[in-house]
Structure formats: C-alpha cells, structure tokens
C-alpha cells in the first residue's frame, strides 16, 4: 500500500500491516496449520450446539434457545479474527486496507459487545428459572425470549459505531505498523499524529460501561440465585440447581477475566506479547472451549450430542 507524502515529513496511511506473530517461514505455516485446526473445531462444536437445539424438541426452552443463539454469535466472533489471521501468516507483506481494518474493528467489537450482553441475558434466564422456577414459563415466554435475543443484537452493533468512525477520521503518521493480530484500539490510537485524551476517556468510558453493567447484572442474578439455591432443603436439588449455572459462571469468568484485563483501559501500558496473548484467549480460546462447557457439564445437552452423532 502506498502513502501520501506531506511537507511535515508526515505521512496520511492509507492500509496498515498487522505484524501477528512474527517467526521464521515454518513456524508461520505452524501457526497457520494449528490455528486452522482450531478455527474448524471451534466451527464443528458451535454449530452441533445449533442442530442439536434445532433437532431436539426437548432443547426448546429459552435457555437452550439463548445457547444456540450464543454458539451462532460464537462463530461469527471468531470469523471476524481468524481467517484474516490465517491468510497474514501465508503473506508476506501482512497488510490490511484501511477501510478492512476499520471494519475488523467494527465487527470485532460489535460481536464482542454482544457477547456481554448475552452472557447477562441468560444469567437473568437462569435467576428466573430457578429464583422464581413456579412463574417462569409464564414470564419467559416465547416472545420475550425474543425480544431479548433481538435487544442483545441491536444494542451490540450499536454500541460501538460512534467511537470508531471518530478514529476512523483521526490522522496516522509515521510507521503503520500494528504489533497486533487484529485492529485493535489501543495500537491504532498509538498510530495517531496527535493525541486526542477525549477520544481516549471516550473509548475506555463506553468500554468500561459495556464491561461493568453487564457484569455487575451478572454477579447480581447470580447472588440471588446463590441464596435461592442454599434453601433448597435436598442436596440432590441443591446438586441439580448449581449444575445448571454451573457452566455458565465458568464462561462468564473466562470471558469477562481476560476481557477486563485489556479493554477498561484501551491504553493502558500493556506489552505486545501480553495483549495478543490475552486477546487469543478471549477471541479464540474461549469460543473454541465453550461448547466442551456447555455440553459436558449438561446432561441434556449431552444426550441431544449422541443422538445427533449417532443420524
């Protein structure tokens, strides 16, 4: 890609090169290979999620509902990375245009924002059913469900357009190289001719709101289920109610604890080598996981797993 050269020995970018995981030529075709793998498996186990809720008449309750949901924004999560990934570590200039990355970045975002918003949707699913388990069927109905699903979309690709169009219309000079495996706000800002502290606080507000909210309706849903669930009189149903929250609060730590780590402050003095690590978690790892999770830790789930294994 070229540049636009100006008198202030300053330079208009107009793409930039993502430096990914720089090694020699065969540990890049490695990379490519075991990423690939884990793209295809992170696929294949999202999606028997989907057809074993589709297949399965007695997964057709909200709370699988949302789970399929979940796994079909899980793969699309992943294909705003990954295949980019994949094709920088086959070439060797590594450049992506500006308006392709500004469009990663969008997509990245908007499904990551999402994400947090599903993962409060089902926790309030779950408080429903086991908090007030004799009112859900008519609380959680079919359109409410819905309307959530629709709600946990439409605010998550609306969250984040202003901010990035005003990066977007920011100058870049000088190197256009970003030490990253994705467009990612932090090195983007670092690009910058002039550093603009309001798009900063900006950024690191909307990114922390879109964080805490969430996860404080989380730890709240899930407090008042702890105390409904300690007055069960059985073990057994004690048992039953943790194991079915069980697998979400184990998604909702591994999700939300690499997460908060890079972005309350997009800024923030983090090494390189640190945050494509925990961005790999988050964005990769943890979608690839999610439906061992879910599957393992569901005896429903299960069951739908070898019935549909066995068509």
């Not at 028997?48 to 057709?60: E, N, P």
């Not at 994949?86 to 924002?113: E, H, M, P, R, W």
């Not at 069927?137 to 709600?151: E, Y």
């Not at 922390?208 to 849903?221: N, R």
């Amino acid at each position: 890609m070229k540049t636009l050269s100006r008198p202030s020995n300053s330079s208009t970018i107009t793409g930039f090169i993502l430096l990914g995981f720089p090694c020699s030529r065969e540990g890049q075709i490695l990379l490519f290979v075991l990423f690939f793998i884990v793209y295809l498996l992170t696929l294949m186990g999202n999606a028997s999620i989907i057809c074993a809720v589709c297949w399965d008449q007695k997964l057709h309750t909200p709370m699988y509902l949302l789970l399929a949901n979940f796994s079909f924004l899980e793969i699309w999560y992943v294909t705003s990375t990954v295949p980019n990934m994949l094709a920088n570590f086959l070439s060797d200039t590594k450049v992506i245009s500006f308006s392709g990355c500004f469009l990663q970045f969008y997509f990245f975002f908007s499904l990551g924002s999402t994400e947090c918003f599903f993962l409060a949707v089902m926790a309030f699913d779950r408080y429903l059913a086991i908090c007030r388990p004799l009112h859900y069927p008519a609380l959680m109905t079919g359109r409410l469900c819905n309307i959530l699903v629709i709600s946990c979309w439409v605010l998550g690709f609306l969250w984040f357009p202003v901010p990035i169009i005003i990066i977007s219309q920011m100058s870049f000079c000088g190197s256009r190289i970003i030490d990253h495996f994705l467009c990612d706000p932090g090195p983007l800002l670092a690009l910058s001719c002039v550093r603009d502290p309001l798009i900063e606080l900006t950024s690191s507000t909307l990114s922390s709101l879109l964080l805490f909210v969430p996860f404080f309706f989380i730890m709240g849903s899930y407090t008042l289920v702890m105390r409904a669930v300690l007055k069960v009189p059985s073990a057994a149903g004690r048992r039953k109610a943790f194991s079915t929250c069980g697998s979400h609060l184990t998604v909702v730590s591994l999700f939300y604890g690499s997460v908060m780590v890079m972005y309350v402050s997009p800024t923030s003095e983090h090494t390189a080598g640190m945050q494509k690590v925990v961005t790999l978690f988050y964005s990769v790892l943890t979608p690839l996981i999610n439906p061992v999770i879910y599957s393992l830790r569901n005896k429903d789930m299960k069951h739908a797993m070898k019935k549909l294994l066995k068509i």
